[in-house]
């Protein structure tokens, strides 16, 4: 697939963005390439107690995957000062692990190679 780490690299810095929004000031990253697939790790706090923010990020990352919306609109990523593109994000991953407590928020996504 051509430009598959630049997409990996849109995604990294959509879900920054977005847990920057919420509150987060320590955000881990950890961003493994396998032979079959691409794994994206963040572990961060945040302040927001808007559950209707943490929901939305849950339903966004866990739908299904869209190769061919992706296709058109995987640039669009991260450029966007006005809202989010967490639909985006799960469009572009095959599988997605949300887990969250009062002041943590884990996100495991896998992106498959083609």
Known sequence: MKHGKKRIAKIVDELVTYFFSIGATDIDINL????????????????????????KLIKYLKCAKQEEMEEYFWELAGDSDVDTELTLVGMMTDEAEISCNDNTIEVNLIRYKI
Not at 37 to 51: A, G, L
Request: glycine share 4%.
């Open 32 to 55: 493994k390439e396998e032979k079959e697939y691409y794994q994206i790790s963040v572990k961060c706090n945040y302040s927001c107690k808007d559950q209707g923010k943490i929901d």
